[in-house]
């Protein structure tokens, strides 16, 4: 896999963001969102779930509050 330069965790934040974004409302299916936070993953989650990218967005359309976790190859690990 390619590793983006300047990354911890194998992915940069941004990216995570984006793959945040990218992923549509469990609810409504829309992709706005009226808060979206990513943070690097507790070790707890980091341990359970192999996460290390930790997303909480609120659904700018149906005000769903999500949190997800990301692992360090970009794909979702959960969302709960
Ligand atoms: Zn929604």
Redesign the pocket.
Known sequence: MQREEGAVNGITRERAERIARAHA?E??G?YSYKRLVVKPASPANRAEFNEVWHAVKV?G??G?HQEMGIDDEGDVVYVG
């Open positions: 409302c609810n409504c829309e659904c359309v149906c769903l």
